[in-house]
């Protein structure tokens, strides 16, 4: 299945991303770290890494948003896939100051593909939590989220991609999960093909028969690197299957 259907036509608010500060000391990797430099590597770029606010439009929420997940810093439930370990800095947009306390929720496709609460839809039959890969935590001093995830797969029609939301002013509630606030962002991450090309040859990929779409191809992303929300990535190990770790800081109206 697809998350095309309501996905065309970008929502009218701004977003911007920025490495700034101390802001691009917690990207670590900064703007000129190749996709999939060692940790080693991507530490020589880090200085280069200037000052930019760059406007950027939302992206569809897509088919498969469900309320009320959990508040947690791995979302994984288990499930089989690369290690993903995401920092995702919130700053206001005006200010690029950091925004604390906001929470960050994510949703995204399995290895094979399937959403759950939608298990099937790619073509694949597997247990159906409702609630594995989604979830999202709050925001440090420092305007940080730390997830911990699984390398997302694809699906028909899509480029591989992670869902994301920034809510303010949240209610944690006593099962673990939260409820009302503000949600100033809605957006997606997206992933470097070259790395992407290299998960897909590693099992439990590389038995996702399903047609794989190119960021190339995608009919969301446009072509514009972070301020669509390309992840910076970089190695966790000296393989594939030693996983990453993902970067990148939004910039959300209040």
Not at 49 to 73: F, I, N
Not at 104 to 133: C, I, K, Q, R
Not at 229 to 250: D, E, F, H, K, V
Request: glycine share 12%; proline share 4%; net charge negative.
């Amino acid at each position: 299945m697809t998350d095309t259907s309501d996905a065309r036509t970008p929502i009218g608010r701004r977003t911007v991303l920025v490495a700034t500060g101390a802001t691009a000391a917690a990207l670590a990797v900064g703007a000129a770290a190749r996709p999939g430099a060692s940790t080693a590597e991507a530490a020589d770029t880090a200085p280069a890494a200037a000052a930019v606010c760059t406007l950027t439009k939302e992206m569809t929420e897509g088919p498969y948003y469900l309320d009320g997940q959990y508040v947690r810093a791995d979302i994984t439930e288990g499930k089989a896939g690369l290690p993903l370990k995401l920092t995702l800095t919130v700053v206001d947009d005006d200010t690029c100051v950091p925004i604390s306390n906001a929470l960050v929720e994510l949703w995204h496709a399995d290895a094979l593909g399937e959403y759950s609460g939608f298990v099937g839809d790619n073509g694949h039959s597997e247990p159906d939590s409702g609630t594995f890969l989604r979830g999202g935590v709050l925001t440090n001093a420092s305007g940080v989220a730390s997830i911990t995830t699984v390398y997302p797969g694809w699906y028909r029609g899509r480029c591989v991609h992670i869902h994301v939301k920034v809510h303010t002013n949240v209610t944690l509630t006593s099962d673990g999960s939260f409820t009302g606030g503000q949600e100033l962002h809605t957006g997606q991450l997206f992933f470097d093909e070259t790395v992407t090309t290299a998960v897909a040859r590693v099992s439990p990929y590389s038995t996702n028969r399903v047609t794989r779409t190119t960021l190339a191809q995608d009919s969301i992303y446009d072509d514009k690197g972070a301020a669509s929300g390309l992840l910076t990535l970089t190695a966790l190990g000296g393989s594939t299957s030693s996983g990453y770790t993902g970067t990148l800081t939004l910039g959300v109206e209040r």
